[in-house]
């Protein structure tokens, strides 16, 4: 491969990986059932309280999404989708199998996109990207980029999930809390 071909191969997968994660986050905010759409479903899922975690991923993805697309701060931005990714994987997806198909979605597509941002902070973000510029970009890739994603996304994931999911706290909708 030559310099080109790579610094290609990565700012595709850059773009690629930001644009979903970024939209998925948008989707959040201002689709189907917006916010508080979000909200009552995160509530279901047992996280508690729902709008916080509304808000905490879908600003996550957004974040991430754009430093993932202008390729700042790689490394970080790929923790963020590991981080997201990892909650939702515990939350709603691993009790439903691998096939995202099966009922309530497997965990196929959440496992995808958190190995991808993990072998992009591994690799680096290319020298087509603002770390490049700001002359970062060589300091977080390989181990170091590795470790950065897969630490914070993991260490984020879990204070998240301990401090915030109860997941027998799951009630019913309409049913406020405590109510029979």
């Known amino acids: 491969m030559t310099g080109d071909s790579a610094d290609l191969a990565l700012l595709v997968l850059r773009v690629v990986l930001g644009t979903i994660v970024l939209a ?9 059932g917006k916010i508080a759409g979000t909200a009552g479903w995160f509530e ?7 709008r916080l975690h509304a808000w905490t991923a879908s600003l996550t993805e957004i974040g991430a999404g754009v430093l993932l697309v202008l390729g700042l701060a790689t490394p970080v931005a790929s923790a963020g989708v590991v981080g997201v990714m990892l909650v939702a994987w515990v939350t709603n997806h691993a009790r439903n199998g691998f096939f995202i198909f099966r009922p309530g979605e497997g965990y196929e597509y959440v496992m995808t996109l958190s190995v991808v941002a993990l072998a ?6 290319g020298s087509w990207s603002l770390d490049h510029v700001a002359g970062i970009g060589h300091q977080l890739r390989g181990w170091t980029g590795l470790a950065i994603a897969a630490g914070a996304g993991a260490v984020g994931a879990a204070l998240l999930l301990a401090g915030f999911w109860r997941p ?7 049913k406020a809390p405590g109510s029979a």
């Open 24 to 32: 998925h986050g948008i989707n959040h905010v201002v689709g189907g």
């Open 44 to 50: 279901s899922l047992g996280m508690r309280p729902g």
């Open 120 to 125: 992009l902070a591994a690799l680096g973000p």
């Open 168 to 174: 027998g706290a799951r009630r019913q909708p309409g």
